[in-house]
T-cell receptor
Framework: EDQVTQSPEALRLQEGESSSLNCSYT??????LFWYRQDPGKGPEFLFT???AGEEKEKERLKATLTKKESFLHITAPKPEDSATYLC????????????FGTGTRLAVRP | KAGVTQTPRYLIKTRGQQVTLSCSPI?????VSWYQQTPGQGLQFLFE???????NKGNFPGRFSGRQFSNSRSEMNVSTLELGDSALYLC????????????FGEGSRLTVL
């Protein structure tokens, strides 16, 4: 069974203070690892897809990286508008289009 | 381009009742999946439909069911509601073959009293 563990559960940063969120996973044949952002009262919003170890993707202040056991979401010089819950999910070769999500990291960025 | 639309946004039911939730996917998206989100468990997969066929099902009891219509719109039904069914139910659509890049609606928040 696919499993995803995210840490920390919550993170408070000062504006401009860079940090990283962790996503550890176990999956039988990785088809893809996905990062989403979720604002309060909204559905998750897709950010990145990573397919293989060593791959990196960037979008504004966010950079996602992937190894064979974990993924990191690096946040460089965050702003208050980056405050949200960040979710990691995996799709395994035996799970079809089903995604297994972690419980997320709640990020708060103070001005 | 209109996003994924879910109705109703909020509803309150009592134990033993049943509920039907509706989802209209993004135009052109033929795959629709449903997730349950609770504070303790996070997002858990319910089922996925493509061209009116259920392709995948999560580990939920038979009280949870769904269907998809020929226009790709989907509904899910929960019968004999229990207190533990209180959750945010999220629908997501995607283009065929685009695993993982899901477009979510804002969800239907169900409270069971």
């Amino acid at each position: 069974e696919d499993q995803v563990t995210q840490s920390p559960e919550a993170l408070r940063l000062q504006e401009g203070e860079s940090s990283s969120l962790n996503c550890s996973y176990t999956v039988s044949g990785l088809r893809g690892l996905f990062w989403y952002r979720q604002d309060p009262g909204k559905g998750p919003e897709f950010l990145f897809t990573l397919y293989s170890a060593g791959e990196e993707k960037e979008k504004e202040r966010l950079k996602a990286t992937l190894t064979k056991k974990e993924s990191f979401l690096h946040i460089t010089a965050p702003k208050p508008e980056d405050s949200a819950t960040y979710l990691c999910a995996v799709a395994g070769k035996s799970s079809g289009d089903k995604l297994t999500f972690g419980t997320g990291t709640r990020l708060a960025v103070r001005p | 381009k209109a996003g994924v639309t879910q109705t109703p946004r909020y509803l309150i039911k009592t134990r033993g009742q049943q509920v039907t939730l509706s989802c209209s996917p993004i135009s052109g998206h033929r795959s629709v999946s449903w997730y349950q989100q609770t504070p303790g468990q996070g997002l858990q997969f319910l089922f996925e439909y493509f061209s009116e066929t259920q392709r995948n099902k999560g580990n939920f009891p038979g009280r949870f069911s769904g269907r998809q219509f020929s226009n790709s719109r989907s509904e899910m039904n929960v019968s004999t509601l229990e207190l533990g069914d209180s959750a945010l139910y999220l629908c997501a659509s995607t283009r065929a073959g685009n695993t993982g890049e899901l477009f979510f609606g804002e969800g239907s928040r169900l409270t069971v009293l």
